[in-house]
């Protein structure tokens, strides 16, 4: 019998952000909502929202730019 374990909440934003991004709503060198923005649409505190976007930054999916967003990475540039 499989257990099935619950997700944290910052790992179900990181999933829905991911397909999101997969279906296209979110284009290659475009920017994903800003953490504020996030926080609002999931209904989640700051350090969930960094959490999420941190873990699709640190699978390749996106790149943080300081100051100037956090922008999805094309297929083909990921590692």
Request: aromatic share 8%; proline share 9%; hydrophobic share 35%.
């Amino acid at each position: 019998m499989i257990k099935w374990e619950p997700k944290y909440r910052y790992e179900e934003v990181a999933d829905d952000l991911r397909e999101r991004i997969a279906s296209g709503e979110f284009p290659p060198r475009t920017a994903i909502p800003a953490i504020p923005r996030i926080m609002q649409q999931y209904e989640i505190g700051r350090n969930t929202a960094l959490r999420a976007v941190y873990q699709l930054a640190e699978e390749g999916t996106v790149v943080i730019k300081r100051s100037q967003g956090t922008f999805v990475v094309p297929p083909e540039d990921r590692e």
